[in-house]
């Protein structure tokens, strides 16, 4: 499948910001489950400082912004081919070991809930891919998608509290589940095309864990499916600090931020 993207994210700010840096995880990589045949990122209101792989093989860009702008906007738009490889990435490769994504984090540190879930799955199922679904499931069952009640912050054991939250949040409760299994599981960002849409509200989230002889898999626990030619990826980390689209920091009294995010996905 041909996919079109195109994502324009503008900040806005009431007055003028004194200066403010921000990581872009922007750019796809060709991988086995696509391959990118054109990309371009372009900001207005900042400059790029420098452009690097961090240890997850990511493309980063740090961008600047100060003086009298009162916005910043960052759009991206390309091209990708994706393949349909039910969701198997493959072999781990990158700077990072494979046991650094058995460590929890901040974020998906696991508690008395999240290893409620994992409860019976290493003794009654002993296929390591069918055990990961059975989470997926679980997962689902214990966090229904719905927006308002979980933030960037929140981590797994928040989420299960709730009972409620988004793809992040789904991706972040099944990796601290499997990795208090001893499974090595990451985040991942990207997009998604909708089946019923062009214009996308948000960028998409899901995790992948690695299975001993097949290699990386992932598991989208919001829409119940594994990966197909309908996603690309983008960034991959311990868990969302490490994947998201855009993070920064801005310094002085800039007031009010506002956040205006827009996405295109469409088949070519």
């Known amino acids: 499948m041909r996919l079109s993207i195109t994502h324009t994210t503008t900040y806005s700010y009431e007055r003028p910001v004194s200066y403010g840096l921000q990581e872009l995880r922007l750019t796809p990589k060709s991988r086995a489950t696509q391959k990118v045949l054109s990309w371009m990122t372009m900001v207005d209101g900042g400059k790029t400082e420098l452009e690097f792989v961090d240890q997850h093989m990511n493309e980063v860009r740090l961008i ?6 009162h916005a910043i906007t960052i759009s991206c738009m390309g091209e990708v081919e ?7 990435v493959g072999r781990h490769a990158g700077n990072a070991p494979l046991w650094l ?22 003794n009654d199922i002993t296929d390591p891919i069918d055990r990961m679904h ?22 797994a054991e928040d989420v299960l509290t709730a009972g409620r939250g988004v793809c992040q949040d789904h991706a972040h409760v099944f990796i601290a589940a499997a990795r208090s299994m001893g499974v090595p599981a990451r985040y991942v960002s990207g997009y998604l095309l909708m089946d019923d849409r062009i214009n996308q509200d948000a960028t998409h989230a899901w995790a992948e864990a690695h299975i001993d002889g097949i290699g990386w898999i992932g598991f989208d626990v919001s829409n119940e499916i594994c990966p197909d030619e309908r996603y690309v990826r983008v960034a991959t980390g311990l868990d969302y600090t490490e994947a998201a689209p855009i ?22």
Not at 64 to 69: H, K, M, N, R
Not at 101 to 117: H, K, Y
Not at 140 to 148: F, H, I, K, N
Not at 257 to 267: G, K, N
């Open 134 to 155: 059975r989470l997926s499931e679980r997962v689902l069952e214990a966090v229904a998608y719905d927006t308002g009640h979980t933030d960037v912050h929140s981590s």
């Open 64 to 69: 600047s912004f100060e003086g009298d702008g």
């Open 101 to 122: 994504f058995r460590r929890p984090t901040d974020l998906t540190r696991a508690g008395n809930q999240t290893r409620q879930l994992t409860r019976g799955l290493l």
């Open 82 to 88: 994706t393949f349909d490889t039910a969701g198997v």
């Open 247 to 268: 993070s920064g920091l801005r310094m002085g009294d800039h007031g009010t931020e506002t956040l205006s995010v827009a996405i295109q996905i469409q088949q070519q």
